[in-house]
C-alpha cells in the first residue's frame, strides 16, 4: 500500500496555470504506475493523466492534451500535474492514485490521496 497526499489546488481565473503535487510515502514508490484522476460535482471520477514508472511512459485524457502535463520525481517519491491554460470545465477535485500497470479505468486503482480542489472561474 502506498499513501498520497495532493497538494496545489486552488482558485484561478480562466487561461491561468497551476501545478498539482502528489507526494507518495509507503511501499517503493518507483514500482507504481501514478495516475490523475479529477471529479466535479455530479459528475463521475475521470481519467486524466498517467505515468510509468520510469516516466518513459505518459498518458492523457483527450481533453487535457497540449495543456496539462505529468511528471514525477522518483527520488522525491512525488508526482506532478501542470495544468495550464485552465478552463471553467476543469473545475474538479483531482485526485493521484497509485497502481502496478497502466489503467486509465479508475476501479483498477486501490491507492488514492484525498484530492485537492481546482476552481476556474471564467
Known amino acids: 500500500q502506498v499513501q498520497l497526499v495532493e497538494s496545489g489546488g486552488g482558485l484561478v481565473q480562466a487561461g491561468d496555470s497551476l501545478r498539482l503535487s502528489c507526494a507518495a510515502s509507503?511501499?517503493?514508490?518507483?514500482?507504481?504506475?501514478m495516475g490523475w484522476f479529477r471529479q466535479a460535482p455530479g459528475k463521475e471520477r475521470e481519467f486524466v493523466a498517467a505515468?510509468?514508472?520510469?516516466?518513459?511512459?505518459?498518458y492523457y485524457e483527450d481533453s487535457v492534451k497540449g495543456r496539462f502535463t505529468i511528471s514525477r520525481d522518483n527520488a522525491k517519491n512525488t508526482v506532478y500535474l501542470q495544468v495550464n491554460s485552465l478552463k471553467p470545465e476543469d473545475t474538479a477535485v483531482y485526485y493521484c492514485?497509485?497502481?502496478?500497470?497502466?489503467?486509465?479505468?479508475?476501479?483498477?486503482?486501490?491507492?488514492w490521496g484525498q484530492g485537492t480542489q481546482v476552481t476556474v472561474s471564467s
Open positions: 509507503g511501499r517503493t514508490f518507483n514500482y507504481y504506475v
Open positions: 505515468i510509468s514508472p520510469s516516466g518513459l511512459g505518459r
Open positions: 492514485a497509485a497502481r502496478v500497470g497502466i489503467s486509465k479505468d479508475p476501479t483498477e486503482y486501490k491507492d
